[in-house]
């Protein structure tokens, strides 16, 4: 009889640590859903702001600028004279000079 009472009394600790067990792991698995639960809210709410934010974009970007025959009409005055002239072209006059030098013929090659 001590031996039951004594059997009783470790199947009693053992069921209480097997239930303490299961409450642990039914606590994780709750604790894992609220989580994904929260990452999920998180997710929806970002795609709506960034939905959001696309569609006030579009909304901005829908302008298309309009030109009149006018806008380009007037004669273009610049602030200052352009800093870079043009090379006078004479490059002629160089060029029979050069001839001359080498005896009279031409060693450019043409097409």
Do not use: H
Request: proline content about 4%; overall charge negative; some cysteine.
């Amino acid at each position: 009889m001590e031996n039951e009472k004594v059997d009783n009394g470790e199947d009693e600790q053992e069921e209480q640590k097997v239930e303490e067990f299961f409450a642990l792991i039914r606590s994780f698995q709750e604790a894992r859903n609220r989580r994904k639960d929260q990452a999920l809210l998180e997710e929806k709410d970002r795609k709506k702001k960034t939905k959001l934010r696309k569609l006030n974009a579009e909304e901005q970007a829908s302008w298309v600028p309009s030109f009149e025959w006018e806008d380009f009409n007037q004669e273009i005055q610049f602030r200052k004279s352009p800093l870079i002239y043009p090379r006078p072209c004479n490059n002629q006059n160089e060029d029979k000079k050069q001839q001359e030098e080498d005896g009279g013929l031409d060693l450019n090659l043409t097409l």
